[in-house]
């Protein structure tokens, strides 16, 4: 009999017990205490700071409002005494002022006096200078100027008091959170950690496996119905416990038969798996060879003119000499007239053959060099603009009796180092895939072939139609192998996936399809000028 799984390793117990009111930092104690203390100290700091930048705002406000009332007043009552040149009537007055603890200075300077008429000023505190204001105002009499006097007062004073004020403020707000913290530190002692730590216990005992003693936790409230729940859920193991044990009885027996029916159905996908690489191998062989003899079947059609041509001049030339034969022989009397034309004839004669029997020779050597690249799979140093063309000479015979045309914009000079044949199977599938399916139901078209050299080490070659565009499901599945529009109507769905595979595996570029129905489609490509070297050699295994 299976045995029953083993019980969770116990669980090392934290010394959270509290000791001194539960002062540990990691206490539900320590916690609700820096949360009270932040709570409370960092908002009534914040509010003090704001206070006493108001409160100094505010007390300047004020001084600034008595000085020019007070400087007003005393300019005023100040004119009788300085105008009877009586110091000591005046002083009085001033003393009447300056009792105010805010007042600094006063002085009184008539214009025809270097020595003050009044004076008085008391010793400033360090730092006190930043808060005093002065203020000066002309004593008048009958509308004539015969003093000047000057008084300067601080708001010190003010603020004093109310920093006296603020600290006595927070002494009693200390003393009051001091006294909350310790009644909040007995009610969570008495109510709330006791029964927290009983309960810690009993869930210790459950994790470490003792699933035979049962949860005691006295009380009615929340921390007792949670310990209820935990009592439910040690009974409720008991039971899975038991029921796996009945479970594993039969769990071999399950997982023989599982893992033998795995291995079947593993050796029919591998079977199955080898097969579709195989065919998807052949089909891939197929489609390659199929663009090959597209390419043969339209060089033997465009050998076809030249050669008829050279056959042709041919015959008519053995006409003519046949002519000279019998003139030759006596039988006709031989004119000059007639040499001149046979001589006129067979000049024109050899330019028509030159020219068609070169136009032959011209196809088989292009023919021959993509045939060779295709076939070989060499890497070779080309000009990018020339294998374009030796290409679409292959490929011209297609369109050549439909009303569709290809136009190129070639930069010549491009020199790379890379695979021809692989590129020029690229370029063969995408005029073909335009073709055949760009142009599907159209009355006539373009197809754009461009080259040019993007930087010092990549060039960029596009074949962009003008026919129905595709739709973005297409366009998104288009490089997909076995996708294709024309399924049971000759469509393999390799040859764009044979692109892919070539541009990004073989070349080391990057394809890019943009699309939009109605609008033609635009096949980008960005190609590295020094293609990547060839993990395989062979190019069948490798696209």
């Known amino acids: ?50 206070d006493g930048q108001r409160t100094r705002e505010t007390a300047m406000e004020d001084l600034r409002r008595d000085l020019t009332r007070t400087s007003e007043i005393m300019s005023l009552s100040l004119a009788e005494p300085v105008w009877q040149v009586s110091p000591d009537l005046a002083d009085p007055m001033v003393r009447a002022q300056v009792d105010d603890p805010r007042f600094v200075a006063v002085k009184v300077v008539e ?68 006294l909350s913290l310790v009644l909040m530190v007995w009610v969570l ?37 949670v310990g209820v729940a935990m009592e439910r859920m040690r009974q409720a193991l008991l039971s899975a416990f038991e029921a796996l044990r009945q479970h594993n009885l039969n769990l071999e027996e399950t997982v023989a038969q599982r893992t033998a029916e795995l291995t079947a159905s593993n050796a029919e996908l591998s079977e199955a798996l080898q097969t579709l690489q195989t065919a998807q191998r052949e089909l891939v062989e197929s489609e390659k060879l199929a663009s090959l ?37 006596g039988s006709v009397p031989m004119r000059r007239s007639t040499l001149e034309e046979l001589a006129r004839d067979t000049r024109r004669g050899q330019d028509i053959l030159q020219r068609n029997v070169q ?6 050597r292009d023919f ?4 060779i690249d295709q076939t070989a799979d060499l890497r070779r140093d080309f000009d990018l603009g020339k294998v374009v063309e030796d290409v ?6 297609s369109f050549k009796h439909t009303p569709f045309v290809i136009e190129t914009d070639l930069c010549h000079g491009l020199a790379m ?78 040859g764009m996936h044979i692109v892919h595979s070539i541009v990004t595996n073989v070349l080391g570029g990057q394809i890019e399809v943009r699309s939009t129905p109605g609008q033609g489609t635009q096949m980008l490509m960005r190609l590295p000028r020094v293609a990547p070297q060839r993990v395989g050699g062979d190019a069948a295994t490798t696209y």
């Open 368 to 371: 021959k060099q993509v045939a």
């Open 111 to 178: 214009p025809a006096s270097s020595a003050p008429f009044l004076s008085y000023e008391r010793e400033q505190e360090a730092g006190e200078a930043a808060l005093t204001l002065s203020q000066t105002r002309a004593i008048q009499r009958d509308g004539r100027e015969i003093a000047k006097l000057t008084v300067s007062m601080s708001a010190a004073p003010l603020l004093q008091a109310r920093r006296d004020e603020v600290w006595r403020t927070v002494w009693r707000s200390g003393l009051t959170l001091t």
């Open 417 to 494: 180092n890379s695979y021809p044949g692989a590129l020029g199977q690229v370029l063969t599938n995408l005029l073909m895939n335009a073709l055949l399916h760009g142009f599907e139901g159209a009355e006539r078209g373009r197809v754009t072939v461009r080259c040019a050299p993007l930087n010092e080490t990549e060039a960029e070659l596009s074949v962009s139609d003008d026919g129905r565009g595709m739709e973005e499901s297409v366009r998104r599945r288009i490089f997909d192998p076995f996708f294709t529009t024309k399924l049971g109507t000759g469509g393999s769905g390799l």
């Open 392 to 397: 679409l000479v292959m490929v011209e015979p």
């Open 293 to 329: 003899g597209r390419l043969v079947a339209g060089v033997a059609h465009e050998l076809n003119t030249p050669l008829g041509n050279a056959l042709t001049v041919v015959s008519a030339l053995e006409d003519r000499y046949k002519q000279l034969e019998a003139m030759l022989a």
């Open 1 to 50: 009999m299976p045995e029953s799984p083993a019980p969770p390793p116990p669980v090392a117990r934290t010394a959270t017990l509290p000791r001194l009111f539960g002062w540990q930092r990691n206490s539900l104690t320590f916690a609700i205490v820096l949360a009270l203390l932040l709570g409370l100290l960092l908002p009534t700091t914040a509010v003090l700071l704001y």
């Open 189 to 225: 002692q008495r109510y709330v950690l006791r029964p927290m730590t009983e309960l810690t216990s009993a869930a210790e005992a459950l994790a470490a496996g003792r699933l035979e003693q049962p949860l005691r936790v006295g009380g009615a409230d929340e921390i007792a119905r």
């Open 359 to 364: 136009k032959a020779a011209d196809l088989v």
